[in-house]
């Protein structure tokens, strides 16, 4: 079936570096697009979303960038700090109608001091 | 987050055993969802409702039924547990289509 995916499982990256991180999605006809996170023992917590008529999103040190041609998602974040540590997903909604959002496995970011 | 409150928190149960877990919001938000989270699958969703007493299937529905009699509570119950139904049991709603879904704090369910 169609779903969303990530190209890495882990990013680990310096304190204070720029973060990036990837997402493939599979259906063309998907709209409306969500990034996640989520800390240990937490459920996932909102971070940004961004709809199919846009490209580019930004919101307090996150942007999200939304390629449409190669059907690609990444969630870039500036200045990452030690509580940026957690598991990523991103979530695309793939039914017209009803939200029936379709989750990525996760990429965990760790961050090094 | 939104108001949502998972109860319980965590639970141990026997195989063959029902099993109901309950999500309750203070947000009066119209969308209510269940979503099971397991290693190496990410979070799929189980049913979700659009309205009291207005429920659907979502991608992993077999084994599991909902109820929604009020807007505040959702409702997910296991008929008959499974093994394979040990995992972390998300509650998230929304209040219109095509907006951030917001998530309760989970329940854990081990079924022995």
């Known amino acids: 079936g169609e779903s969303v995916g990530l190209h890495l499982p882990t990013l680990s990256v310096q304190e204070g570096d720029n973060s990036i991180i990837n997402c493939a999605y599979s259906?063309?006809?998907?709209?409306?697009f969500i990034w996640y996170k989520q800390e240990s023992g937490k459920g996932p917590q909102f971070i940004i979303d961004?709809?199919?008529?846009?490209d580019k999103r930004q919101g307090q040190r996150v942007t999200v960038l939304l390629n449409k041609t190669v059907k690609h998602l990444s969630l870039q974040i500036a200045a990452t700090q030690p509580g940026d540590s957690a598991v990523y997903f991103c979530?695309?909604?793939?039914?017209?109608?009803?939200?029936?959002?379709?989750f990525g496995q996760g990429t965990r970011l760790t961050i090094n001091p | 987050d939104a108001g949502i409150t998972q109860s319980p928190r965590h639970k141990v149960t026997e195989t063959g055993t029902p099993v109901t877990l309950r999500c309750h919001q203070t947000e009066n938000h119209r969308y209510m969802y269940w979503y099971r989270q397991d290693p190496g699958h990410g979070l799929r969703l189980i049913h979700y409702s659009y309205g009291v007493k207005d429920t659907d299937k979502g991608e992993v529905s077999d084994g599991y039924s909902v109820s929604r009699s009020k807007t505040e509570d959702f409702l997910l119950t296991l008929e008959s547990a499974t093994s394979s139904q040990t995992s972390v049991y998300f509650c998230a709603t929304n209040r219109v289509y095509n907006s951030p879904l917001h998530f309760g704090n989970g329940t854990r369910l081990t079924v022995t």
């Open positions: 961004i709809r199919s008529n846009m």
């Open positions: 259906n063309s006809a998907s709209d409306y």
């Open positions: 979530a695309e909604n793939i039914s017209e109608g009803a939200q029936k959002l379709v």
